[in-house]
């Protein structure tokens, strides 16, 4: 396309410029013979032109008479000849002829003498080469005399050479046409192919984000989607199976939260590269969302087989990862589903998967499920149950229940524990082990911790007395860093005093948030609010956390009280928790108390506050009296005392 386009190009600047020469050839030459004719003439006229006396002649003389013109011939170097026709026929020419010789008119030269005669102007009778290559220029020049036309002066003059000089300058001139015109077109074919290749490498780069993951290169859900469909034939048309495998990387949103972006990207990196090392060459690996990879696998003949090489991707890729000096260790968790026993579809096919890996998270991670219809039966309730959760939410259908707190020693009521309960149209009583963990899962559980922690703050501005609130906290709530704006916002709102509401958070919440978790907690206690660590010594249990975070409280687990009097190993467990708490000048309380037992034996190791049960179920609205074991156990101390 380029080539022919610049010989098309050359071409025409070559007529052009040949056009243009051959125009500014002839109006040179004619602007230099003006100049030799006008020279001649003057000096005829100076010379001779008051002893003649020419009259109109229809036709020239057929035996002219010759007058010679003294220093004629010096006028103009290639003048040719000069002829002058008076009408007696007198004939005056340069007393010296030169270059051939007089010339006569011809026929042909008849009608321009003519034309001249009677217009008493210049007539041109031909500029250009004549078949010898000689350049000559013939005029015809009125004389005239006493303000009459005196007569005509033919000449022929040589203009050969000046020819020569300016056809040279012309083919200088066309070859700087063509080169330049030749130059111009070929930066403007550069701009066009550059724009063409521009636009071609911003299609292609589209098209290949359109179907590729930016961070890892790695084909997208987009792409993943269609291989597997094509895959999916292939097995239906040979009778063989194809494996998903979807893979995520275990709590990634906590590195990402407390490590940052950039060491999350390199972490995904590496994982994608691990996981494709561990794949065969004909295995599909794409990365489908944040920090969720999958695998394609086709021509499943042996589920060991395919158990085997998704082992060697948990066994290579949950190793350490040094990162900028830092050891990491990220481990993975997998969910196979296998088509046609899974399903027979794209979307079956990946959903089931997820299935898998959502129970292989929720079983602790690092490990290994492969999709069975159980698992489907729970995923469905899940989301019936998030989707219920989204309706219900901010309802009547949601309440607040109170739990009671005392003091076994001065048998007061110390406070009252705030405890969410979900009544849905749908699905009955939903346990708080239900619907929590689901609120975290789908987003809902910042509106519901807030509608909750306001609606048990309203509440116990009511109460006779003032005695405190305690409400739980999730740990996902740490994660945005607003949660200490949330409770000044409500404490406000609702005037309860911050001295009166105590905040319970588990040991989950400073292992995944451990700066924004403090921050926090410090804001919160240095406006009056109280810090309890619940569930304590069933989690990530560190003593660190005890002197790092304002702790004010712990509280020890239901279930160490629920085996204090039956295991050894536990009631020594529970007795050191007392001892440190009092250590450290901390408040012990004893959750989940259901029998007179666990009483007498939190009572011999140290423990005082408790709450359960046995002193009072979850209610809607409370009240303060107090329950017989508390008056029992204060008639027991009166007795022994």
Request: charged share 25%.
């Amino acid at each position: 396309m380029v080539l022919p386009a610049l010989c098309g190009l050359v071409i025409v600047l070559y007529v052009a410029g040949y056009i243009v020469g051959k125009f500014i050839d002839l109006r040179t030459l004619r602007l230099e013979a003006d100049t030799v004719v006008e020279a001649i003439q003057n000096y005829i006229e100076d010379h001779l032109g008051p002893d003649l006396t020419f009259k109109y002649a229809e036709h020239p003389p057929s035996n002219p008479r010759t007058i010679a013109i003294p220093g004629a011939n010096t006028l103009h170097a290639d003048l040719r000849s000069v002829l002058v026709l008076a009408p007696d026929g007198d004939v005056a020419v340069p007393s010296s002829p030169h270059r051939g010789g007089f010339d006569f008119l011809s026929h042909t030269d008849h009608g321009t003498f003519e034309r001249a005669v009677r217009s008493g102007t210049l007539q041109y009778l031909r500029v250009d080469p004549d078949q010898s290559g000689a350049f000559r220029t013939v005029f015809y020049v009125p004389v005239m005399s006493v303000g009459k036309l005196a007569g005509v002066i033919r000449m022929d003059i040589d203009q050969t050479r000046d020819a020569r000089l300016l056809q040279s300058a012309v083919w200088s001139r066309r070859i700087v046409y063509v080169t330049l015109g030749a130059l111009g077109l070929s930066i403007m074919i550069f701009v066009f192919w550059r724009f063409i290749r521009e636009r071609r490498f911003a299609e292609d780069e589209a098209r290949f984000l359109a179907m590729h993951d930016v961070l890892t290169g790695l084909p997208n859900r987009a792409q993943f989607k269609q291989r597997l469909n094509r895959a999916l034939e292939t097995a239906r048309r040979d009778g063989t199976s194809v494996a998903v495998i979807c893979i995520d990387v275990d709590n990634f949103k906590d590195i990402n939260d407390t490590l940052g972006h950039p060491i999350g990207d390199r972490i995904l990196k590496t994982t994608a590269e691990r996981i494709l090392a561990m794949s065969g060459p004909s295995s599909t690996v794409a990365r489908l969302s944040g920090d969720e990879f999958a695998v394609l696998i086709e021509g499943i003949s042996d589920v060991a087989a395919l158990r085997g090489t998704a082992q060697r991707m948990l066994r290579n890729t949950s190793i350490v990862n040094e990162i900028d000096g830092q050891e990491l260790v990220c481990s993975i968790s997998l969910g196979i589903s296998i088509a046609p026993a899974d399903g027979n579809d794209v979307d079956t096919l990946i959903k089931n998967a997820d299935v898998a890996l959502y129970r292989a998270k929720s079983e602790g991670r690092n490990t290994i499920r492969f999709f069975t219809a159980d698992m489907d039966r729970e995923f469905r309730r899940r989301r019936q149950t998030e989707d219920e959760l989204r309706r219900d939410l901010g309802t009547d259908r949601f309440k607040v229940y109170y739990q009671p707190q005392f003091d076994l020693r001065t048998g007061s009521l110390t406070g009252y524990e705030a405890l969410a309960r979900w009544t849905s149209p749908a699905l009955g009583p939903v346990s708080p082990e239900v619907f929590i963990p689901a609120a975290e899962a789908c987003g809902l559980i910042a509106p519901l911790s807030e509608w909750i922690l306001t609606k048990a703050c309203r509440t116990a501005t009511e109460w006779p007395e003032p005695v405190k609130l305690a409400v739980n906290l999730s740990a996902a709530q740490f994660r945005t860093g607003d949660v200490a704006d949330m409770i000044e916002r409500i404490l406000r709102w609702t005037a309860l005093p911050p001295d009166r509401l105590e905040i319970e958070i588990t040991e989950t919440a400073l292992l995944r948030n451990t700066e924004t978790a403090r921050s926090a907690l410090t804001r919160l206690r240095d406006i009056g609010v109280s810090i309890a660590l619940d569930d304590f010594g069933t989690g990530y249990s560190s003593l660190s956390y005890l002197s790092r975070f304002p702790i004010d409280k712990i509280k020890i687990d239901r279930s160490f009280v629920q085996q204090l009097t039956a295991d050894r190993n536990t009631s020594a467990i529970v007795q050191a928790i007392v001892g440190l708490g009092k250590a450290l000048d901390l408040e012990i309380i004893a959750e989940g108390v259901e029998t007179h037992d666990q009483v007498a034996q939190l009572r011999a190791i140290g423990c005082h506050r408790v709450q359960g049960y046995l002193f009072g179920r979850p209610q809607e609205t409370v009240g303060f009296p107090i329950p017989d074991v508390v008056r029992r156990q204060q008639a027991l101390d009166r007795a022994s005392a």
